[in-house]
């Protein structure tokens, strides 16, 4: 049987709950959005019949959940959390970030072409205004640079033993960046493959799909001797790309995936503990670029690697001191180096000889281009925790400090080679006499930011009331310590446009929260929330000093920008019974001085561009999900999440917003784990709001999936998996929102696969 991570519980875990997708293909469109609506609120009707007929299958355990900072059940929070476990992800065969949101409406995931997943979008926003963790230590920060951008792919999802997302502001327990969400990411341990005190454990696991010809290939050795463990994982990959179901075809491509994490802990005392992890992440994609193919491109090939490395060390401490009942202090290192090189044949215009005018056709040349994106960060957390009880009162604080440091650097380099008489340049024309681009250069400063916050946040349960309070408030301060070198501007260029300088950030700032719980009886509960997030200009959007002659347009620095902020409230709902829970929530978030890349006029024939607080963005919305435990075997489950947003300044739709969806899923287990299987039914509407009418729309889908799982023995597990069942042609929102109706390639190239396979097996020893 598979390894289900050990977790603190009370009753029975809820299965993963479903995803946001969205359409390109023909279909019903409000005939699906009512009958979304309708098999949901059937789903949620189901679960309260079944709970007060006192069905004979009940949830025995509930899991528990750490984004607040302190150990709680989903239905003890006052806002919305949705939690994937390790064995969720293992039931789904899942191979990467997108089948972690595959079955969660409203949380998706956006792409760039080589650039990959560029983080997770939750509630229609996205990019590095949703945070992520992943063990304590933020995740790398998404450098936009078009279809090359750098985004966050470097997770094995082999190694996490939960995901959990914060949907909404979360600025006050987690800082900087979480103005519209957290993702909580959180490795595996020993404790979570050996259940004694005593013993060891050795499983090997492999999978593979056909959608993206991707193998897997891991093994997990873990060893406990009393109060001393270890953990070692090891996972590669393989992987092409992905399959279009439809006209479109993807860039050929080969890569491959290697990580590494190992963990160790020892138990000091029976209060203390000491761990510490290691772990490595890589990735190598060779790319036959197809796309740049044109009259003058005649051949380009793409080599792009990434490399994550972190270092751990936790203490935890549990006392009965005045001042606190536990202690956990977190310190971590980490960097991420990614390069994209790509080799171009083509024609270059960077070798043209005045003198001769046969050469003003351009040469036949080789193009050799180095860009990078490197970060490296360095983060001390200390979270404490404080119970006190009294008569009428009792508290329950979270307090504590996080700090951390991160060196950002964008190197690029780019130069020619003449086929016909070996002259290199690195000062390249983009036309016949163009001004040249001269490198190396960088497209911002290397830059240091380091990031204080201090938070507090109580839970006051006032005694026979049912009533819990949640107040919160943190403290930042954030500061950018810009070094601009030559290579920012080694031609000068920037410096003829006087106005506009590179300089240092510093910010203050405070934000609040309040939530509260009001419990009916033993299962009714009310739940609202007011979160405050904000987010400061980072080191490109501050500080950006770049410019293009040949093409006549700048981006330049803007030392008055100031952070983007977020307002958020949501209510809501929840009905917990022996067999069945459910869930409905509203929100309505507002979020302000949004920074965004306007145009700001001319100077001596230049386009100028700059990162500007720009546009107030209201999103608001309602999620539902419900759970029903028919019987000890079967279980029904749906989840759905609609949000509406606007521009309030230019008074236009938020084109990022995903359409309405709705996953309902019904799974059988037999006893003992046997054997089991899920059938998912994923229904999204038509998305025909854009904020322009040249801008690409989507009609209806629905997606059938089914999973399912056989073990012969104990010791071993067969996964399998038939995704797209009736080979329907559509795209997640995601991949097409923004592009023009015009594009027709890029519009045929977002569809997802047809019907497609996957196959794993887990073996223990």
Same mark, same amino acid.
């Given at each position: ?5 050990? $977790? ?40 309260? *019949?079944?709970?007060?007929? #006192? ?33 969720? %992800?293992?039931? #789904? ?7 972690? &949101? ?15 997943? #560029? ?10 205004? &949703? ?8 995740? /790398? ?19 996490? =033993?939960?995901? +959990? ?59 406990? #001797? ?20 439809? @006209? ?16 160790? !802990? ?12 290691? +772990? ?68 270059? !215009? ?35 925790? =404080? ?17 951390? +440091? ?50 507090? *946040? ?12 949640? @107040? ?15 290579? %920012? ?80 409230? +949501? ?12 869930? &409905? ?93 899920? $059938? ?6 038509? =998305?025909?709001?854009?904020?322009? @009418? ?45 592009? @023009? ?7 045929? /190239? ?16």
């Amino acid at each position: 049987m598979p390894i289900k991570p050990t $977790l603190v519980t009370t009753r029975k875990q809820f299965p993963t709950l479903p995803a946001t997708n969205s359409a390109v293909h023909p279909g019903s469109r409000r005939a699906l959005s009512v009958f979304a609506l309708s098999a949901l609120a059937a789903a949620i009707t189901g679960a309260c *019949q079944s709970a007060l007929a #006192q069905s004979v299958a009940e949830r025995v355990e509930e899991v528990t959940v750490y984004a607040t900072r302190l150990p709680r059940s989903i239905e003890d929070i006052a806002g919305t959390v949705t939690l994937v476990t390790a064995e969720n %992800l293992e039931r #789904q065969i899942a191979n990467d970030l997108d089948d972690v &949101v595959r079955f969660q409406p409203g949380v998706s995931l956006e792409t760039a072409a080589r650039g990959g997943n #560029q983080g997770f979008s939750i509630r229609g926003i996205g990019g590095n205004r &949703v945070l992520t963790v992943i063990d304590g230590v933020r995740g /790398n920060d998404i450098y936009a640079a078009g279809p090359s951008s750098y985004g966050k792919d470097s997770f094995e999802l082999d190694t996490l =033993k939960t995901v +959990e997302i914060i949907r909404g502001p979360a600025s006050v327990l987690y800082g900087a960046d979480a103005m519209g969400g957290a993702v909580i990411l959180t490795s595996k341990t020993a404790r979570d493959f050996v259940a004694a005190e005593n013993g060891q454990y050795l499983g090997l696991s492999t999978s593979a799909a056909d959608a993206d010809a991707q193998y897997k290939a891991g093994v997990t050795a873990a060893w406990q #001797q009393g109060d001393v463990g270890l953990l070692a994982q090891l996972t590669h990959r393989q992987f092409a790309e992905q399959e279009v179901n439809g @006209p479109g075809s993807l860039n050929p491509q080969d890569g491959e995936s290697d990580s590494v994490l190992l963990k160790g !802990f020892w138990d000091l005392a029976p209060d203390q503990q000491l761990s510490l992890s290691a +772990e490595q992440y890589q990735d190598q994609n060779q790319i036959d670029v197809r796309s740049d193919l044109s009259d003058s491109v005649f051949d380009s090939q793409g080599r792009d690697a990434t490399e994550r490395r972190r270092l751990g060390l936790e203490y935890t401490l549990d006392t009965d001191a005045v001042l606190l009942d536990s202690l956990q202090l977190v310190v971590n290192y980490q960097s991420t180096y990614a390069l994209q090189n790509t080799l171009q044949e083509r024609i270059s !215009f960077s070798f043209i000889d005045p003198r001769d005018r046969s050469s003003f056709g351009g040469a036949r040349a080789i193009r050799d281009t180095d860009f990078e994106f490197n970060q490296t960060t360095q983060a001390v957390n200390l979270n404490l925790r =404080k119970t006190l009880d009294g008569d009428r009162f009792n508290h329950a604080l979270a307090y504590g400090l996080n700090y951390d +440091e991160t060196e950002t650097e964008r190197p690029r380099n780019r130069c020619e080679e003449d086929l016909s008489s070996s002259a290199t340049t690195c000062a390249i024309s983009a036309y016949p006499f163009a001004p040249p681009e001269v490198f190396p250069n960088k497209t911002f400063p290397d830059s240091n930011t380091t990031r204080l916050g201090v938070y507090l *946040q109580d839970e006051i349960t006032l005694a026979g009331t049912g009533l819990t309070l949640i @107040p919160g408030v943190r403290y930042d301060r954030y500061e950018l310590d810009p070094r601009p070198d030559a290579l %920012l501007d080694g031609t000068g260029d920037i410096e003829n446009f006087s106005r506009f300088r590179v300089t240092p950030v510093a910010e203050d700032e405070a934000s609040l929260s309040l939530g509260a719980l009001y419990d009916f009886n033993d299962s009714y509960t009310l739940f609202a929330q007011y979160a405050e997030g904000y987010r400061p200009p980072n080191f490109d959007e501050a500080n950006q000093a770049f410019v293009n002659l040949g093409f006549g347009y700048a981006t330049v620095p803007n030392p008055e920008l100031q952070p983007e902020s977020s307002r958020g409230l +949501e209510a809501g709902i929840r009905a917990s019974f022996a067999n069945a829970f459910v869930s &409905v929530a509203v929100y309505h978030n507002r979020y302000r001085d949004f920074i965004e890349s306007s145009f700001v006029g001319l100077q001596d024939g230049i386009q100028l561009f700059q990162d500007r607080n720009v546009g107030e963005v209201t999103i608001r919305g309602i999620e539902a999900n419900a759970n029903v435990y028919l019987n000890e075997q079967w279980q029904l489950h749906g989840s759905l999440a609609y949000s509406r947003g606007d521009n309030e300044v230019s008074n236009t739709p938020i084109d990022r917003i995903d359409p309405l969806t709705t996953v309902l899923g019904l799974s059988y287990d037999r006893p003992n784990d046997q054997w089991g299987g899920e $059938l998912l039914l994923t229904l999204v509407a038509e =998305k025909d709001r854009v904020s322009a @009418p040249d801008i690409a729309t989507a009609d209806a889908y629905s997606v059938v999936d089914a999973v399912g799982y056989f073990s012969p023995a104990d010791s071993a597990t067969l996964r399998f998996g038939v995704f797209n069942l009736f080979d329907e042609e559509y795209a997640l929102w995601g991949n097409l929102q923004g592009l @023009p109706v015009s594009n027709t390639v890029q519009l045929a /190239n977002a569809r997802q696969p047809g019907t497609n396979f996957r196959l794993g097996l887990n073996i223990e020893f």
